[in-house]
């Protein structure tokens, strides 16, 4: 059973430290997207990819959150430096392109910014 | 990127149908409609997805107005794992996949 993964699961850092969160997509999937959700603003997409080149990034803060795809099977979403407002759950999603246009997300990583 | 409007809560009974109403009067005619739902702590996942008629698959049904302002997904017998949020969010064919999430309806689910 094909799924996204996503690491660390958890992370706790102190304001300030760089935070780098990993994505792996299903093989075969070409397009890769990153969401963040807090209980305020809910889902929001951030950035997404497609055939590793960056499609859409409006929804990220650029001074300080990076994502990119060094290769096929590998998303990263980093951010330097980090601050509470940070905090979240931060979803990795990939998709085929299909006509179905399904996207299929990871379990998240849940950052906490003290 | 046109608005949905959705319940922010329903309940139901195990294992009677459950019918989860959506409103897209803005809809337009390259829009799709997704659905999708989120389990308690787990990212959302994909249930259906329509345009003009109804749809079914193994999860759930899809049934779109004649005019498609609204739409109703349909869960046939519901059972306790369906207590999620659900998701109703209308994308543009002509784009590039990006599905922009609305505040959901929550489903509560009791024995």
């Known amino acids: 059973d094909a799924r996204v993964t996503q690491t660390p699961r958890h992370k706790v850092t102190e304001m300030g430290q760089e935070v780098t969160m990993r994505c792996q997509p299903i093989l075969g999937h070409n397009t890769v997207f990153w969401y963040r959700q807090t209980m305020m603003q809910g889902l929001e997409l951030l950035a997404y990819f497609r055939n590793r080149a960056p499609l859409d990034d409006s929804g990220m803060p650029k001074d300080r959150f990076s994502a990119e795809m060094p290769d096929a099977t590998l998303a990263t979403l980093k951010i330097q430096p980090s601050e509470p407002r940070d905090s979240a759950v931060y979803f990795c999603?990939?998709?085929?392109?299909?006509?179905?246009?399904?996207?299929?997300f990871g379990p998240g990583t849940r950052l906490t910014v003290t | 990127d046109a608005k949905t409007t959705q319940p922010n809560s329903m309940e139901s009974n195990e294992e009677e149908p459950v019918h989860l109403p959506c409103n897209h009067s803005?809809?337009?005619?390259?829009?799709?409609i997704h659905w999708y739902r989120q389990l308690p702590s787990q990212g959302p996942e994909y249930v259906i997805h329509g345009l003009t008629s109804n749809v079914n698959n193994r999860m759930a049904s899809l049934a779109i107005a004649e005019d498609r302002k609204s739409s109703t997904l349909i869960l046939h017998r519901a059972t306790l794992r369906d207590a999620a949020v659900y998701y109703c969010i209308l994308r543009d064919s002509t784009g590039f996949q990006k599905l922009v999430f609305g505040t959901g309806t929550r489903l509560l689910v009791s024995p």
């Open positions: 999603a990939s998709g085929s392109g299909r006509a179905t246009y399904e996207q299929y």
């Open positions: 803005t809809i337009s005619g390259t829009d799709y």
